[in-house]
């Protein structure tokens, strides 16, 4: 198993935008956005919520909104504001949002396959 990375243009609410280069991780349930980027983009917690890592270890961190455009795709997203020294993250949330999911053989998005019913 491989890792995959994809970059997206992530804008804030004042229309500042950043080019990030997110690690796909299918497994996350939010998307994170590092420290320097979300304070470039002036963006403004909202919530705090608690995350587990697979260690078991408990975080506490802030939450925001953004937009962000990728492979094609644009939408507003909740996103998790980085600490320095955590990278970007490409969650579950975003990625359902945008409408993708992963592909772990050819590591790449795809068209997530949408039912109405």
């Known amino acids: 198993m491989g ?5 997206g243009t992530v804008t804030g609410t004042a229309g500042r ?3 990030v280069n997110f690690l ?3 497994g996350a349930t ?3 956005l590092p420290h320097d980027v979300w304070k470039a983009l002036a963006l403004k917690p909202k919530r705090r919520m608690t995350f587990t890592l697979a260690d078991r270890t408990q975080l506490h961190r802030q939450i925001s909104e953004c937009h962000l455009a990728l492979a094609g ?3 507003h997203t909740p996103v ?3 600490e320095p020294g955590d990278d970007p993250l490409l969650g579950a949330v975003t990625l ?3 409408g993708f ?3 772990p053989f050819k590591r790449k998005l795809q068209s997530m396959h949408m039912h109405l019913a």
């Open 101 to 103: 999911v992963l592909d």
């Open 80 to 82: 998790i504001l980085g």
């Open 96 to 98: 359902e949002i945008l």
């Open 30 to 32: 939010y998307s994170l």
């Open 73 to 75: 795709q644009e939408g």
């Open 17 to 19: 935008q950043q080019e």
């Open 24 to 26: 796909v991780d299918s």
């Open 3 to 7: 890792l995959t990375f994809i970059e």
